[in-house]
Nanobody
């Protein structure tokens, strides 16, 4: 089993920045492929960014490319998401997800483990 706990959400004005963190426990973090997803009210959960377990290759949704940066620290068992130039349309609950397959998937159902989510609200 893997436990994931997100932190760092909050309220920020458009153009501002936030850094989300996800702390993992219960399984060797370096053996997990991890990603961030988000879900806005009335919308489906969508892929934001992912990073592979061995070679740290990252992938981003087009809507966040150039503004968000995903990173992982296998020694600390953490996954971060640096979000810059935030827009009101980035408002959502952000989730950390993990799976034990070494490819980045953009499909939520491909992930076995999920955190409880952290709210990000961007005001205009």
């Amino acid at each position: 089993q893997v436990q994931l706990v997100e932190s760092g959400g909050g309220l920020v004005q458009a153009g501002g920045s936030l850094r989300l963190s996800c702390a993992a426990s219960g399984r060797t973090f370096s053996g997990l492929n991890v990603a961030w997803f988000r879900q806005a009210p009335g919308k489906e959960r969508e892929f934001v960014a992912g990073i592979s377990q061995f070679d740290s290759i990252s992938a981003y949704a087009e809507s966040v490319k150039g503004r968000f940066t995903i990173s992982r620290d296998n020694a600390k068992n953490t996954l971060d998401l640096q979000m810059n130039s935030l827009k009101p349309e980035d408002t959502a609950v952000y989730y950390c997800a993990a799976r034990a397959v070494n490819t980045v998937s953009r499909t939520p159902s491909m992930y076995n483990y999920w955190g409880q989510g952290t709210q990000v609200t961007v005001s205009s």
